[in-house]
C-alpha cells in the first residue's frame, strides 16, 4: 500500500495571505492539527498548524515578530494581524503519490512530519495523518489475527 491509498484527499488548505485567526477557525471547525498552505497555482508552499497558532507572534514596532505573551487574551487579539505566511513551516515536507507506507511512517516518525502533503507535480493531492497510518497498521493486525484463526481451522 502507498500513500496514494492512505492519503486523505478531502483536504482543507488555507492561503499565504490568511490571518492566523483563519487558520485557527479552520484548524478548530475541521478538527485537523494542520493545514497545507498553497498559492493560487495550486503549489505547496508551506504548512500552518494548531501549534503555531498558540505561539501566535506579536508584531514589535520593528517589524520583529515577538513570541512573549503573559495573557491568553492578548495571544487571542494577535491571530488577525498575524499572516500564514510569517509562522508556517516551511517548505512543506512532501511525498509522492507512489511512496511506500514504509517510506510515509518513516518520514513521519523520523523527521516528526505531521501531516504529510501529498504532491505530484508539485500540485497538492492530499494528505497523509497519523491516524492513516495508525489505521492501516490495525488493518495489517487483523490480517494477520484472521489469516492465523485460518491456520488454526485447518
Do not use: F, W, Y
Amino acid at each position: 500500500m502507498g500513500a496514494r491509498a492512505l492519503m486523505t484527499t478531502e483536504i482543507v488548505s488555507i492561503t499565504a495571505d490568511a490571518g492566523l485567526d483563519e487558520a485557527a477557525r479552520l484548524l478548530v471547525a475541521h478538527g485537523v492539527n494542520a493545514l497545507p498552505v498553497v498559492a493560487p497555482d495550486g503549489s505547496v508552499l508551506g504548512v500552518v498548524g494548531i501549534k503555531d497558532v498558540l505561539r501566535s507572534p506579536l508584531p514589535s514596532l520593528h517589524g520583529a515578530l515577538l513570541t512573549r505573551h503573559q495573557r491568553l487574551d492578548d495571544r487571542a487579539r494577535t491571530l488577525p494581524s498575524v499572516r500564514v505566511d510569517e509562522v508556517m513551516a516551511r517548505p512543506a515536507i512532501t511525498v509522492g503519490p507512489e511512496a511506500s507506507a514504509a517510506d510515509v511512517t518513516a518520514t513521519m516518525v523520523n523527521r516528526g512530519i505531521h501531516p504529510l502533503v501529498v504532491v505530484e507535480d508539485g500540485r497538492l493531492l492530499g494528505v497523509i495523518g497519523r491516524a492513516d497510518v495508525v489505521r492501516l497498521m490495525l488493518e495489517v493486525l487483523d490480517r494477520d489475527n484472521n489469516h492465523q484463526d485460518e491456520e488454526e481451522q485447518d
